[in-house]
């Protein structure tokens, strides 16, 4: 047994470090760091750099442009940009639709959609969730009817997340109204400048906007925009899940997470010397550090065995469950951890061009909306009671 | 043994309860936070016409009430309408220290503090001083004419920005965390030498950073003894605590509600969520918790008068210890049963689980409490 990177993996880490020490703005990483609002060309000042290498689609095969990457040296990747402060790759286009269009798209959508998707000539965004169906998403009631060429849906998406961005929306639609909830839904793509289609933001808790309710009334799809085979769309959106979860336990983030919050510690005053020492403190930090490299480890383990060859399955439910547990500790412990300074909020200044003296520690606004926001992450993409329901049936035949 | 309210408090909260429900919501909430000063000048008239403020205060200084129960009352109908007008700040903070400890000629000025027609704010924390009861940089030294020359920065002020006049916390001897050597005074908010910058928080409420450069303020201006002002903020801290535990408590009650209602009828998989048995469990556990906590509180309320300061001080460290950890479980308990629509923010839900959070960042965390409830038991 040997823990550490092999040689060609440390290699490959040294490679990408130095790669993103080169590229990465220092205007864009500070951005990111800060916790200020991207906007849609950050995003793509960062997509446009990776592109230049190769490495936006990273996750996919090589023979479609991607990177052909071991579970290991995603993982490697996926670390560095963090560490470095990177924004995250927009994952709608590259790594959810992309995957399933190259299993189950016609050669038609590969041509067209692969080279749009590595080009960012679209943006796209995942209809997915529906008002009524959410940890229920097979009770999704959006209506695809087939009307010659066409399919007429009607319905409403939601948590849309920057659909405002997106010109392109995969979705999961109704087209057998009368099968069992899974068997009568298809994947249909939608292209959001047609008739019919209005996005309304959804202002979130922290006062934010980054996901969006989306109304389709009586919109025409041509049918070729259906992937794969008509009520076959579970199928495929399973496997998308499964691309989702890649990064699920999101260890880079911990980390990144817990250097911060050591040197929050380190640097605030608790009245009569530093936060760090304070005995209860430094117990809760300790904890969260143990949890989280027994992660580490975990994370790797089930990455080592998919390079193997084995899908992980449940496994990776248990890796969302466990690393949402510890990174909402960790923003736990940031908003803790400047203390009466949690409270003061300045929406503005997290807008560029913001020069305003800070309020308290530099930083200190950004605990508690981060901490508050970052409830999502035990809701979104199959909530944690989800994700224990499938660890039970499948892992456990319960 | 009697847990029942008297008649008289019985009727202030009742008459709370009334006005919150009939008068106050969440869009006139978000208004007021909006507005110039951050809170509506209208409804704090209306609330003191209520009388909800002189509840808070003796009757040596006007006040109709003022022992622990009240406060409890009061701040719990507050709680259950999420008021962002300063009680807290004007009504305990700032008041306790006069009536507990101030001149007649002080006392003589909480008229109008329960009228509503003038602000008091507690300039007490400091920038490094997070939450030591006894951090205290800001000087005083003697001027001249006999009065006193104030120079420091104090943090975090609630309502500071507001306030007609602000008790402020000041050093006339001893070092920066001694208990002994810190003196209160009266400062008006027109003082030369006075600035304050106000900024909203996370939870829509309003502090204040202060600095004092060289103010003046006469001998009279002093509350209470030289040197003596660590009791008479540990007292009126005490009461703060009291009233965010009973505010927390109030909270806790809408999100409760809320949630069991949303068990009850959000239907998922088939049925309503509340069939099943992790969430009920889970519920139940939380249920648990909250009577906890509003037995921790009823305990420090019983107390806040006793003239036992051992006991008085454990509970209300139990309590808002307690505060801590239930008023984190039940935010996110209640965030992750409702799942993402409590995410948003034309939901009123978060709004509560963001005060409830919060009210653990004021005057003393879970971690503070906790050291602070172990050191008394040692004394």
Redesign the interface.
Known sequence: MDLTLSAEETAFRDDVRAWIKDRLPAWLSDKVKRGKRLTKDDYLAWHAELRTRGWLAWHWPTEYGGAGWTPVQKHIFEEECVAAGAPRIVPFGVNMLGPVLIAFGSDEHKAHYLPRILNDDDWWAQGY?EP?A???LA?LRTRAVRDGDHYIVSGQK??TTLGHHANMMFTLVRTDPDAKAQEGISFLLIDMTSPGVEVRP??????EHEVNEVWLTDVKVPVENLVGEENKGWTYAKYLLTYERTGIAGVAYAKQGLDHLKAIARS?????GV?AD?P??AA?MSRVEIDLMAMDVFNLRVLAAAGEGKVPGAESSLLKIKGTIIR?EIT?LL??AV????????PDAFDDGYNEEP??PDGA?LH??S??NH??L???GG???IQ?SIVAKQMLGL | MDFNLSEERQMLADTAARFIADRYDLKKRQAAFDSDEGFSRETWGELADLGLIGALMPPEVEGFGGVGEDIAVVFEALGKGLVVEPFLASGVLGAAPIYLAGSDEQKSQLAEVIAGSRLLALAHGEPAGRYHPTHVATRAERSADDGWSLTGQKAVVFNGDTADSLIVSARTSGNVTDADGITLFVVPKNADGLSRRAVGTVDGSRVAEVGLAGVQVPDSARIGEVGGGAAILEEATARGVLALCAEAVGIMGVMHDATLDYLKTRKQFGRAIGAFQVLQHRFVDMVIEIEQARSATMLAASLMDSGDRLGRERAVSAAKNLMGRVGRLVAEECIQMHGGIAMTWEFDLPHYAKRLVMIDHQLGDEDYHLNRFTALGQA
């Open positions: 969730s009524g959410g940890s229920d009770s939601t948590w959804i202002v979130t808790l922290d006062g605030q005053s608790d009245g009569d936060l304070d209860l403190f809760r909402q736990d908003r803790r203390g009466p300074y949690a409270m003061p909020f300045t309020i308290g606004m508690a909306r901490y508050f409830r999502k035990s809701i979104y909530s944690n009671e224990r």
